[in-house]
């Protein structure tokens, strides 16, 4: 019984930084993993950086080097810097918990548009 609220979204230029913020609520505890999703119009939603329970991270080849996913240091916002920002950035994103196989929970996304 995990909530995720999404901020942080915003309408930049090529070459900007954002930095989204995921607010998580109820049973933190209980999620393992955490990440972050976009869906860009006509596209499928994919993944783009996942941060486990563990400390690891991983990112989509497209961002790496570019985006970087974190907890605060108090464990309930997990956090995606992005920079260098390209137009093929814009998307919704949506924040991911996961508590277990077969249990996710979603945020509601926030809308990242990246100008030429």
């Known amino acids: 019984q995990v909530q995720l609220v999404e901020s942080g979204g915003g309408s930049v230029q090529a070459g900007g930084s954002l930095r989204l913020s995921c607010a998580a609520s109820?049973?933190?505890?209980?999620?393992?993993?955490m990440g972050w999703y976009r869906q860009a119009p006509g596209k499928q939603r994919e993944l783009v950086a996942v941060l486990t329970s563990g400390g690891s991270t991983n990112y989509a080849d497209s961002v790496k080097g570019r985006f970087t996913i974190s907890r605060d240091n108090a464990k309930n916002t997990v956090v995606l810097q992005m920079n260098s920002l390209k137009p093929e950035d814009t998307a919704v994103y949506y924040c991911?918990?996961?508590?277990?196989?077969?249990?996710?929970?979603w945020g509601k996304g926030t809308l990242v548009t990246v100008s030429s």
């Open positions: 109820g049973s933190i505890f209980s999620i393992r993993d």
């Open positions: 991911n918990a996961v508590e277990r196989p077969g249990m996710d929970y």
